[in-house]
């Protein structure tokens, strides 16, 4: 079972990109495989023609999805929005999504319940788990100590990683435990 981190920003680095990479790397401690998708990486020729294919196989091919975006005036950004209208209707089918956002004030924290999670939902999304929002504040980045995070965005990234964590294990008991049916002609019952 395979993770994509989906960056949305529109610049690197960016804050919402340095937080998608520390939950990328706290779900590689606990033995998760991951891959990385920088929407501001695809040629815009592509994204207007939708010849995506590459990126668009990326995101068939991955069980859970983190997506993280910058908010600007209370909606996810352009470019992520871009990318999402270019992937098929079922683009995100029986996938769990957790997304991640960065914005300048608390003022925004609802736009990813009231603007990510019902496109999310109508990709086809098996499961969106609960959005995790930081301020500018709140995600700090220098270069000589790196990334650091507020103690209570700290606190719920954990939580958030350990719910995906969790998530895909059981998703992965299901499917082994998943068994293929035997045509009745094959059956032999005795009375």
């Not at 998608?20 to 023609?49: I, K, M, T, W, Y």
């Not at 871009?82 to 098929?88: H, K, S, Y």
């Not at 939902?121 to 995070?149: F, M, N």
């Amino acid at each position: 079972m395979t993770i994509l981190l989906l960056a949305g920003s529109p610049s690197i680095p960016s804050r919402s990109t340095r937080l998608l990479q520390h939950v990328g790397q706290r779900l590689a401690l606990l033995g998760h495989r991951h891959s990385q998708l920088h929407v501001v990486d695809l040629p815009a020729q592509a994204l207007l023609h939708a010849d995506i294919r590459l990126a668009r196989a990326q995101v068939a091919q991955a069980t859970a999805v983190v997506i993280a975006t910058p908010v600007y005036k209370a909606a996810y950004s352009g470019a992520l929005k871009a990318f999402l209208d270019v992937l098929p209707q079922d683009g995100l089918a029986g996938k769990l999504v957790l997304p991640l956002a960065t914005g300048g004030s608390q003022s925004h924290m609802l736009s990813l319940d009231y603007a990510l999670r019902p496109v999310l939902s109508a990709l086809g999304a098996r499961h969106v788990l609960p959005s995790i929002y930081a301020t500018e504040a709140q995600v700090i980045w220098t270069a000589d100590k790196g990334l650091a995070l507020d103690p209570a965005i700290a606190q719920r990234v954990a939580e958030g990683v350990e719910h995906l964590s969790t998530s895909l294990s059981a998703l992965r008991r299901a499917s082994a435990t998943e068994f293929t049916p035997v045509p009745f002609s094959q059956v032999r019952c005795s009375v």
